[in-house]
């Protein structure tokens, strides 16, 4: 009786694997935002202290300095979980050869891989000490700014101005709130009359708002709409030093597995990794209205 052997499906392994990587490193935005930790090699908590403020006093010349100041520190511990999903696919799928259904294969494992952990990032921007505008509020540039002035006079007794650049992330459905201020479109006698500068109309032209105060504006899609049609979006100190942390212990890698009853093998795609906010007072929530648009 013949049996398919891992050697025979390897090349198989390998192109869905490939295609999986690609798609993880591609579809989503907010690891790429982040603080990206290499977990070291024994251990199981990644720990990223960050110290309190000392206080200067005044001095008396000829006295000597009497009271002394305590460095004291926070300490942020990320401990990665493993994380992923699971495909079969049957020997005569893999016999066939077909490389549309391998390539498939990648595309949706890298996909939910990838969709579940930006989900996770963006969860953190909930986390953020300060709030701006609230439910059903429509979001505008007077909030972008704002979130900006607040993370550059974040108090230092809540870990000082948050470190450049700044970055902030939205939901497609938010952005389209900005574009409505900035491309007011007004048809009349059959034609479309639109009231613009250079900058209004490289929206109009692109549909994209890109920079605003100085920082790139970031759309997803995976951020959540919750019940009443608001998303909890965010303006964040982002990269090495930033306000949130990945730590990626182990990257996600396809274990292939015989299953002889089914006839067909299952490919584990599975990763571990932790993350969460390193500065609560570097990330600012933009919580605004993000209904479907009509």
Known sequence: MAITQLAQVQDTINTIHEEAEFTAQHKAVMRGLVWNIKASKGQTTTNVPYFGE???????EGND??????????????????HGLKIVLTDSAIEDDNED????AGTVLGDAYEKERDELLLGQLDDATNSLAGAGTTLTMGHIAAARALLAGNPTSAGGPAPTPYVAVIHPFQELDIVDVLTPVV?????????GTAFTDEVLKNYSIARLFGMPI???GNLPIDSGADA???VFAAGKRGAIIYVEKRRAEIEPERDASLRGWELNYVGRYGYGEYM???????????????
């Open 54 to 60: 000392a206080v200067s006093h005044p001095l008396t």
């Open 65 to 82: 300095m009497v009271s002394s100041e305590t460095m004291e520190d926070t300490n942020v511990p990320i401990t990665p979980g493993e």
């Open 101 to 104: 259904l391998k390539r498939a």
């Open 187 to 195: 048809p009349a006698a059959g034609t479309t009359n639109v009231t």
């Open 218 to 220: 970031i759309s997803d």
């Open 232 to 234: 909890k979006a965010g």
């Open 280 to 294: 609560p007072g570097w990330i600012v929530e933009l919580h605004t209205d993000a209904s479907t648009p009509a």
